[in-house]
Structures are given as C-alpha cells and as structure tokens.
C-alpha cells in the first residue's frame, strides 16, 4: 500500500474545507469533530476491516492545521456509547479548556458536544485524543496530529506527518477488548501486534532523489516506545515535542520515540532513483522489524545543491524557567510488577500492594494513587510565575513517558548526563529506575496533570495534579 501525502491531505481536507474561512491573521479558524464508531481498513488486502472508534470517521483522525497565532474553535461532538473529553496534547490552552473530565471539565456525555476555543500560541507537531477512559478509548482508534506553521516555516520539499500507532487485533482484525487487563496495567502497558503508519500497516514510500523533506513523527499508542533508525540516511532532529533544539544529525542513532512523544526531522534523500532503503524499528531489540520501506523514484529529479545543515526554527513564545535559586521538588514513581511496591494512598487511605491490585490500581507518586479527581491533593503547588526543579525518580523496573499538561519542562539531566543541548519537552521518559532532573516555570494558571502516557499505566493510577495558583 502507498502511504504518500495525497491520503494525508485527503484526511486533513474535509475538516478544514468544510470550515470555509479563509486564512488571515487571528482569525478565528472553526471545525467540528465527531467522535464516533466505523470501520477502517488497517491491516490491508485480505483481512476485514476493523471497527474502531475515529474522529470525523477516519482513523487517525483529520490532520488540524493552523498558523501561529490563529484561534481555533473546534466543537467536539460526543457519539461514543461513552462520555469522552478532548485533550490537545502539547497545546497551551487555558485550563478550561485542557479537556480533563472531571478537573477541567464535566465529560461530554453521548450525544452532547462541547465547544473548545483557544490560541495557537506555539509553531511545532501536537496531538490530540481523549482523556477519558484513556486506555480504551486512545486504543480503539481516536487520535489525530495537529500542525501549527510557524510564521516562515523552513524551505523543504516536502512536509510529511507519520502518524504510528500500535493495535491488539485477533486473527479477523478485531480490536481486542481486553482494556485495562491487570497484566498490562502492571507490566509495560498494552502492547499491540499490528503498528500502523498513518492509519494503515504501511509497506513503502516514494521519494525523490535530491528532495528535502521534513518528517513529523507523533506516536499515538497506547504503550509501544519507537526506536526508529532510517537507514542510508542522516536525518536531523529540529524539534522534540513541537520546540525548536539546535539541529543536530542521527547518524546511525536511534529516534525514540515514547507514547505521547513528537519528533520532527529534515531528511536529505541522498539516495539515487531506484535505490530502496529500510525504516527499522528496533527499540525492543528481539523484536525489531522493518517500518516502512522509502523507495526512490525511478525519474531522476535535478538534484538541489548539497544541502547545508536546516537552520534552526524561531522558538515559541513563553518563558523559560530561571533555575538560579528555583525551589526544588522530588516526584517518585512507584508500582509495578517486580519493583517491590508496598503499597500507598487511595482516596485518603492507605492500602497495601494487594489491595490496590484488587481494584485496579498499580501505581503511586509520591505515595498517592490517582483516584476520584476531586479528591486529589496536588501533587505540586506553585505560585504563578514561579520556576521550580523537579526531580523524578523511577522507582520501578519500567519504563514511563512522564507528561506534563499546560507547560514545558527544560531537561537538565537525564541518568546523572547533562542533554549534550537545551532541550524542552512535554513529555520525558524515564527508564527502568531512571532519574531526571527537569525545570519550568509555573507560567499557567490552573490544575494541570502530570502523568504517565503509557495510558494502562495512567488509568491504574500514575497520575498527579500540578497547580499553579
Ligand atoms: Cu496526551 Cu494527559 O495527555
Ligand atoms: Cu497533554
Ligand atoms: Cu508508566
């Protein structure tokens, strides 16, 4: 199957024509999103379609493109047997409007809608899906990328999203209904058999020779860590989780990429027409296999000049934390399978290891599980304006994409090592008994959650609230 820009413009099309507005600046930029069943073909010729849940009936759901500094109003219309909520993952919102059932908002109940409006503040690659019932409703299908352009974006050939994800199927393609298994839950989350590429299991991808394209990578899944090499080929990395990093190349490195995490690349096609080389995924190293195949056109194309290394994007507009005499905070992550986890606070009790497993819950930070949202102390409070350095500890042999909501952290060490240059993200993954130090500065008002995004790992109680008063 040819997964090529033609099927990504199609499925960003609908939404955005439907809308109508032309583009100007601080306009007001309207779409409607549907949540709802249908089918989707993604595993291919010779296997049935799949029912799946899908925003505006396409899976992964229509691309949202805007412009920095446009608004958006995106009425989000309930048809799920369930009541959901939309989160714009990495998006500055206000907090009414961060799509938190039960701590921004009421859940948007079957057959009601719920009106989002906000600023596009920041250029970069966002996301966005439910976050209710999280695990289920992510895992049957609903979520979609989201481009904002920055105001003179870099000169490239080609723009590309790839949109991965990961499906539990059985052998007729049916999404298997085993969401929150315990096994999962206390292990490293629901991992699938079936990894999509923009919504169907990929095969290759034409390219041209002497093109410069720009590859924005959003992992969409459940629990599935990406570890993406493209072989033949020395992409550089601009920006992680939507920020602008001093570009620097991935020479035989390995992208990684963890639930919840983006990554935008510039990819010189240095190959000649015909050559084809493999996109391996070998994150799990006993289980790698080949993503995708980039197949160069026969056609020769007039190759551009040597291109020199892209220059690096204009940063976003909030501030970054002043760490010099910061207050400092610890946040541990503890639970599991294999961690020696004891136990920890429910709702204002104390209950053992066991007891938490007998009802659902696997995991604590700082010694509290994250139950009834209206009854959770914060986890953190911070006065506006304030910057602070919050140090995470890994208690637990797995791994977890932390992911903070309203803010971005800068990553002062990850495992002891200073990051080789600045780096700012919304999501940061600490490996089995890993630690980081993080810093930001509590620029936005409201709760805010700070949790894992293997989502099996969220739902079983590794959450927290940050509030910024
Ligand atoms: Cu992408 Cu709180 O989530
Ligand atoms: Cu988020
Ligand atoms: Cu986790």
Redesign the pocket.
């Known amino acids: 199957m040819f997964i090529g820009r033609r099927s990504l413009i199609a499925a960003g099309a609908g939404a955005l024509v439907a809308a109508g507005l032309p583009h100007s600046f601080a306009a007001t930029r309207e779409l409607r999103l549907a949540a709802g069943p249908t089918r989707a073909k993604l595993v291919g010729d010779g296997h049935p379609a799949t029912d799946v849940w899908a925003y505006n009936g396409a899976v992964p759901g229509p691309v949202l493109r805007f412009r920095q500094g446009e608004r958006a109003r995106i009425v989000v219309e309930n048809r799920l047997p369930q009541p959901t909520s939309v ?1 714009w ?2 998006l500055r919102v206000p907090n009414a409007m961060d ?2 059932p039960d701590l921004t908002q009421p859940p948007i109940a079957p057959g009601e809608s719920f009106a989002y409006e906000f600023d596009l503040h920041d250029a970069g690659t966002y ?1 966005y ?1 439910p ?1 209710a019932n ?1 695990a289920e409703q992510v895992g049957r299908g609903l979520a979609g990328a989201i481009v904002v352009e920055e105001s003179q974006p870099p000169a490239v050939d080609r723009d590309l999203l790839w949109v991965l994800d990961d499906w539990r199927l059985d052998r007729g393609a049916r999404i298997a209904d085993d969401f929150g298994h315990p096994r999962d839950a206390s292990h490293a989350g629901r991992m699938g058999n079936t990894v999509t590429f923009n919504g169907a299991v990929p095969d290759s991808l034409e390219v041209r020779a002497g093109e410069r394209m720009r590859l924005r990578l959003v992992n969409v899944a459940n629990a599935r860590i990406f570890g993406l090499r493209l072989e033949g080929h020395a992409p550089y990395v601009i920006a992680r989780d939507g920020q602008p990093v001093d570009p620097y190349p991935v020479r035989g490195g390995m992208i990684v990429l963890a ?2 995490e983006r990554c935008d690349l510039i990819v010189d096609m240095h190959g000649e027409p015909g050559e084809r080389f493999a996109v391996i995924d070998a994150f799990y190293p006993q289980a790698a296999y080949r993503l995708v195949e980039l197949v160069y056109a026969a056609s020769a194309r007039g190759a551009r000049a040597p291109a020199a290394p892209p220059a690096r994007l204009p940063d976003n507009p909030w501030k970054r934390p002043d760490t010099s005499g910061a207050r400092r905070e610890r946040i541990v992550i503890e639970g599991g399978m294999m961690g020696g986890f004891r136990g920890a606070r429910l709702d204002g009790r104390q209950l053992d290891a066991r007891a938490l497993f007998q009802q659902g819950k696997m995991w604590a930070l700082n010694g509290e599980v994250a139950g009834d949202h209206h009854q959770m102390a914060p986890l953190l409070t911070l006065r506006r304006g304030e910057s602070v350095v919050v140090e995470l500890v890994n208690d637990s042999v797995w791994n977890h994409p932390m ?1 903070l ?1 309203g803010m971005f952290f800068e990553v002062l060490s990850l495992d002891g090592v200073a990051p080789p240059r600045r780096e700012f993200r ?2 940061l993954t600490l490996g089995p008994r890993g630690r980081a130090e993080t810093a930001f500065r509590a620029d936005a008002p409201g709760d805010w ?1 700070f ?1 894992c ?1 293997v989502l099996e790992h ?1 739902d079983s109680g590794l ?1 927290g609230i940050v509030r910024v008063t």
């Open positions: 989160h993952h990495g799509g938190v996301w899906h976050h999280s639930p919840g992911h909501h919304d999501t959650m949790h995004h969220q959450m």
